[in-house]
């Protein structure tokens, strides 16, 4: 099992150029999420999709969009890069059952807009 | 509004020296609240999950314990590989899937 994997591990985008971030899980997880993370800030999440079909913005959606192609990957797309999203983003996956929603963590995609 | 806070920001250990991180939350209603490591570089790691006041888990030379209002990760006679980031992150049955994170304590043990 690879678990959560995310390509690419670093990337380096102009203002104004697009990329798409991609993930994908082999836990059979149903539930997906995307977050950043900055310095003192902690994890913010940016979109998550419950289940295959779904997505739902969090706490910062602006500047950024969402697919859920099937229950196994998720991916976030920068559609005009700003340097204000300079961050390493991690995807997550969870099995969203009655009791627990453990979240299994990428390595991370550490982007620079310049 | 769902929110934690962690304390301190930075702690540096010797080697052999216990001590316990502070996650201090608010959260209407907690269906569950998680422990992660993150070493430099790396995602998270999932530790331990807490769902109410009293529980304690225990890992290695790790437990973290939950009262209604914090929960405290005591590390006990760590070792220098226990250096890393802990996050602390809580869930309340009104967001649904979402979990919110702290902003972490910085663990430096010395050999």
């Known amino acids: 099992n690879a678990g959560v994997t995310q390509t690419p591990k670093f990337q380096v985008l102009k203002t104004g150029q697009s990329m798409t971030l991609q993930c994908a899980q082999d836990m059979n997880h149903n539930s997906m999420y995307w977050y950043r993370q900055d310095p003192g800030m902690g994890l913010r999440l940016i979109y998550y999709?419950?289940?295959?079909?779904?997505?739902d913005k969090g706490e910062v959606p602006n500047g950024y969009n969402v697919s859920r192609l099937n229950k196994r990957e998720f991916s976030l797309r920068l559609e005009s890069a700003a340097p204000s999203q300079t961050s390493v983003y991690f995807c997550?996956?969870?099995?969203?059952?009655?009791?627990?929603?453990?979240?299994?963590f990428g390595p991370g995609t550490r982007l620079t807009v310049t | 509004e769902d929110q934690v806070t962690q304390s301190p920001e930075a702690l540096r250990l010797q080697e052999g020296e216990s001590s316990s991180l502070n996650c201090s939350y608010t959260v209407s209603g907690l269906r569950g609240l998680f422990w992660y490591r993150q070493d430099p570089g790396k995602g998270p790691e999932f530790l331990f999950t807490l769902y109410s006041a009293g529980e304690e888990k225990e890992k290695e030379r790790l437990k973290a314990t939950l009262t209604k209002k914090e929960s405290f990760l005591h590390i006990t006679a760590p070792k220098p590989e226990d250096s890393a980031t802990y996050l602390c992150a809580v869930q309340g049955y009104s967001s649904a899937s979402k979990i919110i994170f702290g902003s972490g304590t910085r663990l430096s043990i010395r050999p």
């Open positions: 997550a996956s969870s099995e969203a059952s009655s009791n627990t929603y453990e979240q299994y």
């Open positions: 999709s419950a289940s295959e079909g779904t997505t």
